[in-house]
């Protein structure tokens, strides 16, 4: 299948969790068989070449801002499919959703991640929270299927919009090492210490764990 990944940076990942995930899913997709395409923004991706890791990169303009970069580099990036023929289009971010629908014209089936419930970050000022809160909803009507890695979520989609997204959770590769230097380094034992790995923001609750940590 044609397969493109779009709404997110793009790869080489160097940001958040959902560029990560572009960038471990489709290497997995094209070891499967699958022709590959990530879309990413010209202003953030630096990596010159026109594949990574067996992906075509497709990499298009935006407007370099806190609430537009996203959903002005997405809308281009949906026009752009409607040439390519893709079979199947997986969007990243809810916020993503009111764009979902334009690949659906020529037959390109979409998935939209829908990720956490982004309007209740601080970062966002009321009406980016109004608009976040809208894309929700259309999540639940614009693309063919939608999708979340957390059952807190797809809960809240259940009791907020009466509809339920199918519940897919993240895996990993982690390398077993032995313990050696680098928890001698920082004074740590084997399975006493915690390991908390995430942007130090308010609704990644990292000072729970220092608070319940004897």
């Known amino acids: 299948m044609k397969i493109a990944l779009l709404g997110t940076r793009g790869i ?5 969790g959902f560029e990560t995930c572009v960038e471990q899913l489709g290497q997995r997709l094209v070891q499967r068989g699958h022709e590959v395409t990530v879309y990413c923004r010209s202003h953030h991706i630096t990596y010159e070449g026109s594949h990574y890791k067996g992906m075509r990169l497709v990499k ?4 370099a801002n806190k609430y537009l970069d ?3 580099h997405s809308l281009i990036s949906s026009l752009h499919a409607l040439s ?3 079979d199947v289009g997986l969007y990243f971010i809810a916020g993503n959703s009111p764009v979902t629908w334009i690949p659906r014209l020529v037959g390109t089936k979409t998935i939209l991640n829908v990720d956490g419930l982004d309007w209740k970050r601080e970062k966002w000022p009321a009406l980016a929270r109004k608009y976040i809160q809208f894309a929700e ?3 639940t009507k614009l693309p063919n299927v939608y999708i979340t890695d957390s059952h807190v979520v797809q809960g809240y989609y259940r009791d907020q919009y009466g509809d339920e997204p199918a519940y897919i959770p993240y895996g990993s590769d982690v390398e077993i090492l032995p313990p050696a230097e680098t928890l001698a380094q920082y004074g740590l034992q084997p399975g006493k210490y915690i390991l908390f790995v ?3 923001v308010p609704e990644n609750c990292a000072h729970h764990l220092v608070e319940a940590f004897p």
């Open 60 to 63: 298009l303009p935006t407007i």
């Open 70 to 72: 996203t959903m002005v």
């Open 84 to 86: 390519q023929g893709y």
């Open 198 to 200: 995430g942007r130090l």
């Open 12 to 16: 080489p990942a160097s940001y958040s």
């Open 137 to 139: 909803f259309l999540a």
